[in-house]
């Protein structure tokens, strides 16, 4: 059963980091802050900074409420 675990984990994290490597360049920043998931605590500040930062990637001339 641990043997699965070591198997399923791996790709558990590559497929998070994967996911937040596709929103992070979405949102028009670069794609190594991806690696700040990886650690603990500043993983969490990093995701609400992101969530209320002005993201790069919005138009200015258009009204878009995220």
């Known amino acids: 059963m ?3 675990f070591y ?3 791996p790709i558990y994290i590559g497929f998070c980091l994967w996911l937040g490597y596709r929103i992070i360049q979405k949102a028009g920043f670069e794609g190594w802050w991806t690696v700040v998931l ?3 605590v500043v993983n969490i500040a990093m ?7 002005r ?7 258009i009204k878009q409420d995220l």
């Open 38 to 40: 990886l650690i603990p």
């Open 55 to 61: 993201w790069p990637a919005l138009k200015e001339d």
């Open 7 to 9: 198997i399923l984990l």
């Open 2 to 4: 641990m043997l699965l």
């Open 47 to 53: 995701i609400w900074v992101f969530a209320f930062t």
